[in-house]
């Protein structure tokens, strides 16, 4: 890669809390462990489980009391959630002592922009050298991809485990890429796969060669964006900001026991409805749509949306939709976790409410206030008040409730 073009590199921990666990206990080390859950439930799965498990055929995601039967001397641990935070403060720390660009991604991953740091033109070298030094000061492996996107970047890192650093250039995506099948593609998900399979598309390649107005038509947004990145195109920056971005709000729950009971189902969307409610609140958030998620018995997962005029953020609409979405669709079979989440979140300040003939009672008696916050923008200028705005320094960073966001908190030095 030469310097006029971009060098993104992509920084995966390896197993990172299982990895944070044996740094924390070298005992450990060497050893079959896993995080997970309360065991005495039946939601008691792996979070996250170490190589030497792995190689025992243990994966995240499996259910505590089978990886028990299948390594009975798999080491199970209680997430410790403040040490891991505290692993990828310091992690994020490293990497902006060498540029500020960037980007955390989720608590163990992230980007960075590295075009125009001095590495004497060997960006091989210089994330071996990141790669040391966090092995060095935090003894954690990592793995590194190195590409001149950030998608080609993230593809990279996954392609060699643990303490991998692997070179993607865009040429090589015809060779690398396209025979793989289409789920392997950084951004499609199993209900995308199926979509593209009923196209008749099953490997990344099949997608770059196909009609880019029928992957439009069929996928939307999504569908231009697979498909220039199939082609290795991709122009996001790096940007170390996006973190505080919003763009949906959701809660989800795994049922102690699989429920076919509709009373029973209907309370968890309502108590699921509720949460979301509150975070947006929190927040000072709505949004324009709703989607529900739903895992059967089988492991078989299917979500339901629905877009809305108005501002979706009240308890009671986001509960009934919720409730309508689901009933649409459930077929009476036995459910094992639930979901609801409202996307394309904004400012509620931002946007105003539809007009309806069912609100217009209720808009009118406001209407000698909006005409008193129109005097005053005309006097002083638009930004002096604005309708229903919270002032808050950082909305994105108000919600205690989700471990997964709390890491946020550290990555904030607007202060």
């Not at 310097?3 to 299982?18: E, G, P, T, V």
């Not at 009923?198 to 770059?208: E, F, P, V, W």
């Not at 209407?367 to 705005?389: A, H």
Request: proline fraction near 4%; charge should be positive.
């Amino acid at each position: 890669m030469t310097k006029q073009n971009r060098i993104i590199f992509h920084l995966d921990m390896n197993s990172f809390y299982a990895s944070v666990e044996q740094a924390h206990d070298p005992s450990l080390k060497g050893k079959a462990i896993a995080v997970a859950g309360n065991p005495k439930e039946r939601r008691g799965i792996l979070v996250t489980c170490s190589y030497e498990a792995r190689a025992k055929g243990i994966y995240t995601t499996m259910s505590v009391w089978e990886a028990k039967r299948k390594c009975p001397e798999l080491i199970l641990l209680p997430p410790n959630f403040e040490r891991y935070r505290a692993a990828s403060k310091a992690m994020f720390d490293i990497l902006r002592s060498y540029t500020r660009l960037v980007e955390p991604v989720s608590i163990d991953e992230g980007y960075m922009d590295v075009s125009d740091v001095d590495m004497d033109g060997d960006a091989v070298a210089f994330a071996k050298s990141i790669q040391q030094r966090i092995v060095r000061e935090l003894d954690l492996p990592c793995s590194i991809g190195i590409a001149p996107n950030k998608f080609l970047a993230k593809t990279a890192s996954n392609m060699k485990k643990p303490m991998g650093i692997t070179v993607l250039r865009k040429r090589e995506v015809p060779q690398k890429l396209w025979p793989l099948p289409v789920i392997e593609m950084h951004g499609v998900g199993e209900s995308t796969s199926n979509k593209l399979e009923s196209l008749g598309i099953k490997t990344i390649g099949q997608i770059a060669n196909a009609n880019p107005d029928l992957l439009k038509s069929k996928l939307g947004k999504s569908g231009t964006r697979l498909h220039n990145r199939s082609h290795g195109i991709d122009n996001r920056a790096v940007d170390p900001e996006s973190i505080f971005e919003t763009k949906s709000v959701g809660n989800s729950t795994t049922l102690p026991y699989d429920e076919t009971n509709i009373d029973e189902l209907r309370k968890v969307l309502r108590k699921l409805s509720s949460k979301v409610a509150s975070r947006l609140d929190s927040k000072n958030l709505a949004g324009r749509s709703i989607t529900i998620h739903i895992r059967d018995a089988n492991w078989k997962n299917k979500t339901r949306s629905k877009t809305v005029i108005n501002r979706l953020f009240k308890e009671e609409d986001i509960s009934q939709l919720s409730i309508q979405l689901f009933e649409s669709s459930w077929e009476d079979e036995p459910i094992r976790l639930l979901g609801v989440t409202v996307n394309n979140v904004f400012d509620k300040g931002e946007s105003m409410e539809q007009l309806s003939i069912f609100n217009f009672e209720e808009h009118a008696k406001e209407e000698p206030i909006l005409r008193l916050v129109e005097q005053l923008q005309d006097k002083f200028g638009k930004t002096i008040i604005k309708r229903g705005m919270k002032i808050k320094k950082n909305p994105s960073l108000e919600s205690k409730t989700s471990f997964s966001k709390d890491f946020l908190d550290d990555h904030d030095n607007r202060k």
